[in-house]
Every structure is written in structure tokens, then in C-alpha cells.
């Protein structure tokens, strides 16, 4: 992790000059039961242009799961698929998107073509977790389950990271980017509850979470330790 940054839901690779960031769930307001309108396209944008100014990356991976709907594309969704693919592109960063479990119409709205994985420049391996990835990796990077953890009654979104979690190299669990995602508790859950098949045990998960008042992330110690404490 000495080279891994994390912020707000997503993570910069030093090495690799990377930002990624999983679960944008495009689209999942329109199927809201909130009467309310939920500003999901202003809140991404504003959240990755933050990102971006603070560690101008070189490129800008979408780790699966952009789109939220299985079967079509919520009225404006493709605008805003587009617009994010060309706020990456007017600062000089490269937009990247690997396909997720929900991205089965997003070929016809991606403005390029939609990667199954990415291998980075420090051998980082980026797949959305939802199936093991072909590339051999020295890490690998993933989304897919939302983790999340309760501390003294606050639910936060968490960082997951196992030193020696799949194929004997690090794998680093991103939670979900989008604010409207609950997200899955691990607090109690069993070894085989989440679905990724590259998570083997969550009592291995060392949690990490960003501190936005103090602007660090703290870091706690692997499920199988910290649970009862919780």
C-alpha cells in the first residue's frame, strides 16, 4: 500500500500515475424510490474533477460497473457517460472503462472500446471482480462487492486490502464510487459471503478508511482480528 493513495472512494497509483475508481452505478437514481431529485451526474463529475486536480494523473480507469441498468440506458445517462469521458480527456488523462456485471449496453454508449481488464505500467492488474481476470498481475485491483464497515454506529465506505489475497499478490477491494450505493456490511459476514471469486476470505481484509475532516485514511487491522472489537 506505500505506493497506493486513497480518497474519497478511489485510489491513485503512484507508479502508475492511475486514478481508478469502481461502482459509478450510472443511472441508479432514475430508479430511486426518493421523491427527490438526486444529483448522481453533478456529484461524480464534481467528486473525479477533485480527484484529478489533486494527483493529475496520466490516465483515469473505471473499474466496472458504470452503468446500473441491465437492460437499457436511463434518459440521460448516455450524456453523461459521454461527459465523463471527455472530462478525463480535456485535462490530458486517458479514460479507461473495464466492463462490469452491469454493463452489458455500455459498448453503445462508451465514445471507445470497453476493456475486460487492464494491465498498468506497475503491473497492477484492473478487472471489475465480477470473473477472474485473464492478465497475471503483481496486484490485483478490483470493485464488485461495495464494502462498507460499521464503527460505533457509522457506516463507512471501506477500502479492502489482502497482502497475499489472490494468486499469492496483493488484492485491493475498492468500495463503491457512487454515493447512492449502500454497500455490503462486513462486520459479520461469513468467509464465502461476498461474490467476487477473487476474495477467498474476508477475515483476511485489512479495512481502510478515508478520514475526509482530517483528511488521512486510517487504517485497521485484518476482519479476523478487528471483528470482535467492533
Do not use: K
Not at 120 to 132: F, K, P, Q, R, Y
Amino acid at each position: 500500500m506505500d505506493d497506493i493513495a486513497f480518497r474519497d472512494r478511489a485510489v491513485y497509483l503512484d507508479a502508475a500515475e492511475t486514478l481508478v475508481a469502481a461502482d459509478l452505478h450510472l443511472g441508479r437514481a432514475a430508479t430511486s424510490a426518493v421523491d427527490a431529485p438526486l444529483d448522481e451526474a453533478g456529484d461524480i463529475h464534481a467528486r473525479l474533477a477533485a480527484l484529478i486536480e489533486r494527483f493529475e494523473p496520466q490516465q483515469v480507469v473505471f473499474a466496472g460497473d458504470i452503468l446500473h441498468s441491465f437492460s437499457s440506458i436511463p434518459r440521460g445517462v448516455d450524456e453523461t457517460v459521454a461527459e465523463l469521458y471527455e472530462q478525463c480527456q480535456a485535462v490530458g488523462c486517458e479514460p479507461i472503462a473495464i466492463e462490469g456485471n452491469h454493463d452489458t449496453q455500455l459498448e453503445s454508449v462508451w465514445p471507445d472500446t470497453v476493456q475486460s481488464s487492464a494491465r498498468l505500467a506497475d503491473g497492477t492488474v484492473i478487472c471489475h471482480g465480477h470473473t477472474e481476470p485473464d492478465p497475471r498481475g503483481e496486484r490485483y485491483l478490483i470493485g464488485h462487492d461495495h464494502p462498507t464497515i460499521t464503527i460505533e454506529g457509522t457506516r463507512h465506505p471501506c477500502l479492502c486490502v489482502d497482502p497475499t489475497g489472490y494468486r499469492g499478490r496483493e488484492l485491493v477491494v475498492l468500495p463503491a464510487f457512487t454515493r447512492l450505493a449502500g454497500g455490503v456490511e462486513l462486520n459479520r459476514l461469513r468467509a464465502d459471503a461476498l461474490q467476487s471469486p477473487l476474495i477467498s476470505s474476508v477475515d483476511s481484509l485489512q479495512p481502510h478508511i478515508w478520514d475526509a475532516e482530517s483528511e488521512t485514511t486510517l487504517q485497521f487491522p485484518p476482519l479476523g482480528e478487528f471483528r470482535r472489537l467492533l
